[in-house]
């Protein structure tokens, strides 16, 4: 493909866009309360989202631009070990069904809009709480910048690969336009323009899975190149850069990663917000049983990591940073491919990608600044109308800040920062998820915990280094046995086996709750008081003493 | 009939042995199970169309658990409007 403007693909793209902008705007009127002036209504869409809006909103959410140019970049670069996307999408909704339904019916009665809400209310410690919404709000950021990335990798396939603060205007425009339909809408912007997100991605890569195969000669010949590919010995780190199975040093690797994602992944307050804004638990129980088929979806766009370099794929070089963009590879994928008005379709498909989580994800941010920081700490006595303004000035903010974060620093750097947004968000179990079950542990043994989990997890991933891209530090998610110290203590000397420093830092992180809550017990510390009350954790729609939507409290 | 309110929901934790189910799919965690090229599909080695399978395994037990624990309150609520609240 030449690096001229693809003016088909380009053509289809902007009008696909045009589409969901306008929806974004209209979606303000879409099943409307009878204010958006409260955060109930701006921030969760109203609270009652039904189970088909919900499926097509997580998915959106949840199954991000980000998320479908990067597994295939990284099965394309390592093989086997990208692949740990698949456990992780399939264990992630049998694991959070039960939590999931609790924390929603106690949302629901007690007005709760952010995880830290919920906390506060479950163990009387602002300080916690606290804890719990900066974790939030540093593990979404880069998570926004992310979507930037993802929707920039499109952008320049189709020829808009400009050098410099110039090269990102076509992103800047898109992403102002984004901002003004979340300001103006909420999460119902999201909602509504997740059902032509969803609709297209089905569409492209259900065609990619067979048109591709059939094009380049079958899975047999595809796997069989890809295998050639990835033996290639790699001149940075002399060793072969992936293989078709993992290798043994990496299962445990595989396994902690999917199992630390999974555990991770409802805890985010992106997909805490599309679980609120839910109508009642039925809507929750059959979506955790139906949002797998994206984890299918998921998979097969796995392996067009493979077809990529069955295909001699090279990614684009981005003239803004001088590198090539291993993100671009299923986007030339497509572009090489595909006929160019379907490699149209498949970029407006990632694109809009980028908009649906990006705009959740803002709100989300927004909601936890609101709640958790501006009332608790800044207005105390913030009326609904108040919080709702706030809300939505945060979530322009976080947008734009998303923005300087790709145009002024290098794009690696989010993925660092994502990365260890990652480890962080995992240290908010214990607080967020095991408290649905029990509050026998106490608020200062979960603070010492996360604590814990966080500064050893941040120093785990720091200690990794990258000998392929030449990073000392943050270079990836697997931490060598070997190299895993507890003040100097190393267990594990010479063990090569890797494991992901986000699940050992969980481990830690309970023991030292466990360990420092009986201490503190034990000095007879006054627990925080608690607002819930065992039946919360049971409501439903239709019940008669639930809280009213969008009250004025 | 009365709607359900704190007054007739549960208060603790309720167990069905069901919900074991939900650790069935938790197996795809152990590499060795799945980690090999043959027997393949399609072309496709074991490794990956076994983890893509998979999904289903994971989609039949959360069905079953929502099914088989469907609980009397959803039932007092069936016959009135049950039906309107679908979607």
């Not at chain 1, 597994?71 to 990208?82: E, K, R, T």
């Not at chain 1, 989010?414 to 106490?442: C, E, K, N």
């Not at chain 1, 034990?522 to 439903?540: E, I, L, N």
């Amino acid at each position: 493909m030449t690096s001229g403007l693809q003016w088909t693909e380009l053509a289809i793209f902007t009008a696909l866009f045009l589409l969901v902008t306008v929806l974004g705007f209209v979606a303000a009127r879409w099943k409307a309360g009878h204010t958006l002036d409260h955060l109930d209504e701006w921030g969760l869409g109203g609270r009652k989202f039904g189970a088909w809006i919900t499926w097509f909103l997580l998915g959106g959410d949840l199954y991000t631009a980000y998320t479908f140019v990067a597994v295939p970049a990284l099965i394309f670069g390592a093989g086997a070990m990208g692949f740990f996307a698949m456990p992780y999408a399939v264990i992630a909704y049998p694991i959070v069904l039960l939590p999931a339904l609790r924390l929603w019916s106690v949302s629901r009665m007690h007005g709760f809009v952010t995880s830290a809400d919920y906390v506060r209310g479950r163990f009387g410690s602002p300080t916690l709480a606290l804890a719990i919404a900066i974790t939030g709000l540093v593990a979404t950021m880069p998570y926004i910048a992310l979507q930037l990335v993802g929707l920039e990798a499109v952008l320049r396939t189709m020829g808009l690969n400009g050098s410099g603060i110039l090269g990102h205007l076509p992103l800047l425009v898109a992403f102002v336009i984004l901002a003004l339909y979340t300001y103006q809408s909420g999460l119902r912007a999201p909602a509504l323009i997740a059902f032509v997100k969803d609709v297209l991605i089905y569409i492209v890569i259900f065609a990619a899975v067979f048109y591709l195969p059939s094009k380049l000669g079958g899975w047999e010949a595809i796997f069989g190149d890809a295998a050639e590919a990835l033996s290639q010995t790699n001149p940075a780190t002399g060793k072969p850069s992936g293989s078709l199975v993992l290798a043994e040093p990496s299962q445990l690797q595989y396994a902690t990663l999917a199992l630390g994602s999974a555990l991770a992944l409802f805890l985010y307050p992106h997909a805490l917000t599309a679980i609120f804004a839910a109508r009642g638990r039925k809507v929750i129980k059959r979506n955790m049983a139906a949002l797998p088929a994206y984890s299918f979806l998921l998979g097969l766009l796995a392996l067009l990591g493979f077809v990529a370099l069955s295909a001699g794929i090279e990614p684009i070089t981005n003239a803004a940073t001088g590198r090539p963009d291993s993100n671009t590879v299923v986007p030339v994928l497509f572009g090489q491919e595909f006929p160019s008005w379907f490699a149209g379709i498949a970029f407006a498909a990632i694109g809009i990608g980028a908009l649906v989580p990006a705009a959740v994800m803002s709100i989300a941010a927004a909601n936890l600044w609101t709640r958790n920081v501006y009332k608790e700490y800044l207005k105390r006595d913030a009326t609904p109308a108040q919080e709702a303004k706030q809300a939505k000035l945060a979530s322009l903010v976080v947008k734009f800040g998303a923005v300087a974060f790709i145009l002024f620093i290098d794009p690696q750097f989010s993925i660092d920062l994502q990365l260890i947004g990652g480890v962080l968000i995992l240290q908010t179990l214990p607080a967020v998820a095991l408290s649905l079950y029990t509050r026998w542990f106490h608020r200062i043994g979960l603070i010492a915990g996360w604590a814990v989990g966080i500064f050893w997890g941040i120093a785990m991933l720091y200690s990794i280094p990258n000998p392929a891209t030449g990073k000392e530090h943050f270079g990836g998610s697997a931490l060598a046995l070997d190299q895993l110290s507890i003040f100097g203590w190393r267990p594990f000397a010479g063990e090569e086996t890797m494991v992901y420093p986000g699940f050992v830092a969980l481990v830690a992180n309970l023991l030292i709750a466990v360990i420092v809550t009986l201490i503190v017990r034990a000095m007879k510390v006054p627990a925080g008081q608690d607002v819930t009350t065992g039946s919360d954790y049971h409501a439903d729609e239709g019940d008669e003493d639930l809280r009213a939507i969008a009250a004025k409290h | 009939m009365a709607s359900p309110s704190s007054s007739n929901r549960p208060t603790g934790l309720r167990w069905n042995a069901w919900n074991l189910l939900l650790l069935v799919p938790l197996l795809t965690l152990y590499p060795p199970l799945f980690n090999r090229i043959e027997p393949k599909l399609f072309g496709i080695p074991f490794f990956y169309w076994a983890q893509l399978a998979w999904v289903f395994v994971g989609v039949t037990c959360v069905v079953i658990v929502y099914r088989m624990t469907r609980d009397d309150r959803a039932g007092n609520r069936r016959g009135s409007t049950e039906s309107e609240r679908d979607a």
